[in-house]
């Protein structure tokens, strides 16, 4: 069974800043996700990566997948990112590719 | 649809009862997941139903719970006899390829 671990926790910043959250898991993957969710909203899918860095937007999220980590980025943060983020990662192999593990998220809050 | 839809949004039900929740996936969609988030916790998986393989049903929590698919369409969750510990919010998901799209969820309380 996997395990995923995302760091931090919480996290305070101020509109402008840079972010990064952090996400490391224990086994081989079929892929990684990245979820948003909104106070009292539902989950949005932001990416999907099994290998290198993607870019929407002012988000970027990479992998390492020798490392078996990945990090996702908000360049000029705004208080409307303020929302939970969720590392996912997908079982390899076999069928069971759509199951999902999920790490505990990241709740992050931007202040003007 | 444009989006995956779930059934009822919001439901109360008193200890003991059995509930359904209804999951209508996107169209096309051959793989439909079931999620749970309990307050304060991540999320998890309960069960995952791919085309016409036999469901994984892996991550269900105890035989109170059973889950169906009709085809590639409308899915149903039941809890039977339900518990206060099954309090949470109910999610599913659709995908075609690997990217899930998830519904607004069914937020249960029991009590």
């Known amino acids: 069974k996997n395990e995923v671990e995302q760091s931090p926790q919480n996290l305070t910043a101020q509109e402008g800043e840079f972010i990064t959250i952090n996400c490391s898991y224990s086994?081989?993957?079929?892929?990684l996700h990245w979820l948003q969710q909104h106070p009292g909203g539902g989950i949005v899918s932001l990416f999907m990566l099994s290998s290198g860095k993607k870019k929407h937007g002012r988000l970027i999220a990479t992998i390492n997948i020798q490392e078996k980590h990945s990090s996702l980025h908000i360049t000029a943060s705004h208080p409307r990112d303020s929302a939970v983020y969720i590392c996912?990662?997908?079982?390899?192999?076999?069928?069971?590719?759509?199951?999902?593990?999920f790490g505990q998220g990241t709740i992050l809050t931007v202040h003007p | 649809g444009a989006g995956v839809s779930q059934s009822p949004s919001n439901k109360v039900t008193e200890k003991g009862k059995d509930v359904e929740l209804r999951c209508d996936p996107i169209?096309?969609?051959?793989?439909l997941y079931w999620y749970r988030q309990r307050l304060g916790q991540g999320l998890e998986f309960l069960i995952y139903f791919q085309g016409n393989s036999a469901p994984d049903k892996s991550g269900l929590p105890s035989d109170r719970f059973s889950a169906e698919r009709t085809g590639e369409s409308v899915s149903t969750l039941t809890i039977q006899r339900t518990q206060q510990e099954d309090s949470a919010v109910y999610l599913c998901a659709s995908s075609f390829l690997y990217e899930q799209y998830f519904g607004p969820g069914t937020r249960l309380t029991v009590t």
């Open positions: 996912a990662v997908g079982d390899a192999g076999g069928t069971s590719y759509g199951k999902l593990t």
């Open positions: 169209s096309g969609h051959t793989a």
């Open positions: 086994v081989g993957i079929s892929a």
